[in-house]
T-cell receptor, first 114, second 112 residues
């Protein structure tokens, strides 16, 4: 399978600070990357679709000014959680689309906001 | 009605048995179907993809798709304790840019 990395794997921050998460496709070019959030015992919730060179498409209910997404190259997308609050604590997972349909997931970033 | 439905489980099977995981979907225009495995605290890992009616086999895994019944299943033969995980069914529609719709997942426990 294809390799997707995320950095950092775990981050703890104070309330009000911003956190940037990187998602990289290591062995293929991904025109589309996706960002998900997963709370304990729940399934993945799609937050946004990130297309290289264009603005991200956000799902209903996801604040685009709070979750800033940049897809600057075919191998890198970043998610910045701005002014993070404890309720933003979650498991953030990116995926990259390799072929027409198949998505490969990164290992995830666990965010804890104190 | 949820777009993609799975029994949340837990589904418990003895080691060596066949585990059968089921998934139904509501939108007939769904075109691609995926099974992901997620271990606790980890991200999902792709197991199988299936696009046409019938069976698709890969090692101990067999995916079955029946578009008329809007049903997709995953069979795991010779189940091992290491198969214990949550299995996520996902579907996508061609005109939605590859966006995946996930079911809530079925927790599988394989007892030694």
């Amino acid at each position: 399978g294809a390799v997707v990395s995320q950095h950092p794997s775990r981050v703890i921050c104070k309330s009000g600070t911003s956190v940037k998460i990187e998602c990289r496709s290591l062995d293929f070019q991904a025109t589309t990357m996706f960002w998900y959030r997963q709370f304990p015992k729940q399934s993945l919730m799609l937050m946004a679709t990130s297309n290289e060179g264009s603005k991200a498409t956000y799902e209903q209910g996801v604040e685009k000014d709070k979750f800033l997404i940049n897809h600057a190259s075919l191998t890198l997308s970043t998610l910045t959680v701005t002014s993070a609050h404890p309720e933003d604590s979650s498991f953030y997972i990116c995926s990259a689309r390799r072929s027409q349909e198949t998505q490969y997931f990164g290992p995830g970033t666990r965010l804890l906001v104190l | 009605q949820k777009e993609v439905e799975q029994n949340s489980g837990p589904l418990s099977v003895p080691e060596g048995a066949i585990a059968s995981l089921n998934c139904t979907y509501s939108d007939r225009v769904s075109q691609s179907f995926f099974w992901y495995r997620q271990y606790s605290g980890k991200s999902p890992e792709l197991i199988m993809s299936i696009y046409s009616n019938g069976d698709k086999e890969d090692g101990r895994f067999t995916a079955q798709l029946n578009k008329a019944s809007q049903y997709v299943s995953l069979l795991i033969r010779d189940s091992q304790p290491s198969d214990s995980a949550t299995y996520l069914c996902a579907v996508s529609r061609y005109n939605q840019g590859g966006k995946l719709i996930f079911g809530q997942g079925t927790e599988l426990s394989v007892k030694p």
